[in-house]
């Protein structure tokens, strides 16, 4: 069983920055992305940013210069950089993982931007 685990989320006023990290555990054999995604409340969950197991980097517009995802391949684990944070960055962030050729995603961490 694979799990991913979000952790780092929490409140900031604007303009400032948190990081966000997830872990992938289990019977791992590869993982060939991980995104982030989030969801504000009212909206649906949007696509984030992601990172291929090679390392190429995506990202939304509305975070383009302001975020940054990178990978540990040795931990397993997925970070997104926020900086210049705003009020509507606010949501809860998910993790997900293509890992072993499966989707997985993680519960979750809240992300409170403060005006």
């Known amino acids: 069983q694979v799990q991913l685990v979000e952790s780092g989320g929490g409140l900031v006023q604007a303009g400032g920055s948190l990081r966000l990290s997830c872990a992938a555990s289990g019977s791992i054999a590869s993982i060939s992305a991980m995104d982030w995604y989030r969801q504000a409340p009212g909206k649906q969950r949007e696509w984030v940013a992601g990172i291929t197991g090679g390392g190429s980097t995506s990202y939304v517009d509305s975070v383009k210069g302001r975020f940054t995802i990178s990978m540990d391949n040795t931990k397993r684990t997925v970070y997104l950089q926020m900086n210049s944070l705003k009020p509507e960055d606010t949501a809860v962030y998910y993790c997900?993982?293509?890992?072993?050729?499966?989707?997985?995603w993680g519960r979750g961490t809240q992300v409170t931007v403060s005006s």
């Open positions: 997900r993982g293509t890992v072993n050729l499966r989707p997985y």
